[in-house]
């Protein structure tokens, strides 16, 4: 909790602008979603702050309250936040975008078209982010040709 509560990070938090010239938007969001959640993890309440750290952070507790099983829906409720801040959630993208593509090739599968879709969107986005993980490529070139496959 300290971290949140010192002069820097809330010096940061209030001018971000600033930082993101200097350091670049994606390093910044990284630092302060890291803080804002390792706070509001140990107790402490970031509810009434306006920043969209804030609000991300906010709907990422209430999706995983949520405990979806069902990977269309899944997809759906998180496909906002895997798309605007895939370099928050790389791994876990990864991991999901797997998860998906290993269901859609069982035989009873209820994947929809449109999950492997957004699930292809969402390893695009990670592979040009992190092009030096070859896992990632390889579950983007599985989505992508089951996806060409299907055409």
């Given at each position: 909790m300290t971290e949140f509560k010192s002069e820097q990070f809330q010096y940061l938090l209030h001018n971000q602008s600033l930082f993101y010239e200097k350091f670049g938007k994606i390093d910044v969001n990284k630092k302060i979603y890291r803080v804002l959640a390792q706070y509001e993890f140990e107790g402490g309440d970031i509810s009434n702050l306006d920043f969209p750290q804030v609000k991300l952070v906010l709907k990422r507790n209430s999706l995983k309250n949520k405990k979806n099983n069902d990977l269309n829906a899944?997809?759906?409720?998180?496909?906002?936040?895997?798309?605007?801040?895939?370099?928050?959630f790389d791994y876990e993208i990864y991991n999901k975008s797997?998860?998906?593509?290993?269901?859609?090739?069982?035989?009873?599968?209820?994947?929809?078209?449109?999950?492997?879709?957004?699930?292809?969107?969402?390893?695009?986005?990670?592979?040009?982010?992190?092009?030096?993980?070859?896992?990632?490529?390889?579950?983007?070139?599985?989505?992508?040709?089951?996806?060409?496959?299907?055409?």
């Open positions: 899944f997809a759906k409720d998180n496909n906002e936040i895997y798309t605007q801040y895939f370099y928050l797997q998860e998906i593509y290993e269901a859609s090739k069982l035989e009873d599968s209820k994947i929809q078209m449109e999950t492997l879709v957004t699930a292809a969107n969402w390893m695009k986005l990670i592979t040009t982010y992190r092009p030096e993980f070859s896992e990632y490529q390889v579950v983007y070139s599985e989505i992508s040709n089951k996806l060409t496959a299907k055409e």
